[in-house]
């Protein structure tokens, strides 16, 4: 039976409890959260023992699901790591760079899995491209969402297009060329709206756009390669490929088109959605990681690799601000 214990049982920390108690052979033994209102909540509504003291809470479980203020989780992460417990932190990492690659040399130093939340990894209409050959030269990213004070602590990119960032960087297989930048504060302190173009070694060009006052919420990314185009609806969880048919491409819908090289035959593919909860899939990953010694699906690189170019990004928008 793995021992968890909930670091932060907010708006998204209660979402992962519900997961935690429906996985099998976990056990929730206790949660820290500073804030009493929600602490009383959580204690009464699912009988699980509050700790004051988030060390002593370490102390007795196997490892941390970290869901607190991105602030805290520096701090919490090292406390575990060095107790040797095994760390599920939300993204971002952490609030600094210098505060992340702090973890990420620790965590290599110590013999635990260590996970970062980018949720989207586990998203059903992501899940079902995982049998597809991407290799994508163009990409279009709309993440739009409605107003909402919670999250606001950090800027747009490290609260809504860090998911992106982190999928379009486990998709294109090179490195970071250039990056280009604009974005606005108009609800905060911090950019809530941002448009940035991102070129790739290998020629690939991702272009995002994220906002968190929208009127109408949309998660949606397309991929464009050679012969075929993805798209990606995080938000109705559905995908849909237009490729060039093949032999295989049995009882799909399909159209002729004539082109510069002759007749071509297309063909509209929508790969099978799984209907799966993310949250829960992210969750089970991470205790699979642990229980059979192998690497964690989002791992602490991963989460420092998004939060690199999410950094590279601010600093940008930073740059183009004119001020006067």
């Not at 490892?63 to 060095?82: E, F, G, W």
């Not at 993805?230 to 849909?240: H, M, N, P, V, W």
């Not at 990953?285 to 642990?290: G, L, P, Q, R, S």
Request: net charge neutral; with cysteine.
């Amino acid at each position: 039976m793995l021992k968890v214990g909930i670091f932060g049982v907010g708006h998204l920390g209660k979402f992962h409890l519900n997961n935690w108690k429906e996985i099998r052979d976990v056990e929730v033994v206790g949660f820290y959260d500073p804030n009493d209102a929600a602490a009383q909540e959580v204690s009464e509504k699912y009988q699980i023992p509050r700790f004051l003291d988030p060390n002593r809470l370490m102390e007795i479980v196997d490892a941390v699901d970290i869901v607190a203020p991105t602030n805290y989780h520096h701090q919490l992460c090292i406390n575990a790591i060095r107790k040797g417990k095994h760390v599920f932190v939300e993204k971002p990492l952490a609030n600094t760079m210098d505060e992340a690659r702090e973890l990420v040399k620790l965590a290599k130093e110590s013999n635990i899995k260590f996970q970062v939340g980018h949720v989207e990894r586990f998203n059903p209409a992501f899940i079902a491209t995982q049998n597809l050959d991407i290799k994508p030269m163009f990409i279009e990213v709309h993440r739009l969402a409605e107003f909402n004070p919670r999250g606001t602590e950090v800027s747009v990119i490290l609260d809504l297009m860090i998911h992106d960032i982190d999928i379009i960087l486990s998709l294109v297989k090179s490195e970071v060329k250039a990056i280009s930048a604009s974005g606005v504060a108009v609800m905060t302190d911090t950019p809530d709206i941002a448009n940035v173009r991102i070129e790739f070694n290998n020629g690939c060009v991702a272009n995002l756009t994220s906002s968190r006052i929208s009127m109408k919420k949309m998660r949606k990314m397309r991929l464009f390669q050679k012969d075929a185009y993805i798209g990606i609806d995080f938000l109705a969880k559905r995908t849909e490929v237009i490729k060039l048919k093949t032999d295989q491409d049995t009882e799909v819908l399909s159209f002729d088109v004539e082109t510069t090289h002759g007749k071509k035959t297309i063909a509209v593919v929508n790969p099978p959605v799984p209907e799966i909860n993310a949250i829960k899939k992210e969750l089970e990953a991470f205790v699979h990681a642990i229980t059979t010694n192998s690497p964690t699906v989002v791992s602490e690189v991963d989460g420092f690799r998004a939060m690199e170019v999410a950094h590279l990004i601010l600093q940008k928008i930073k740059n183009n601000t004119i001020v006067g």
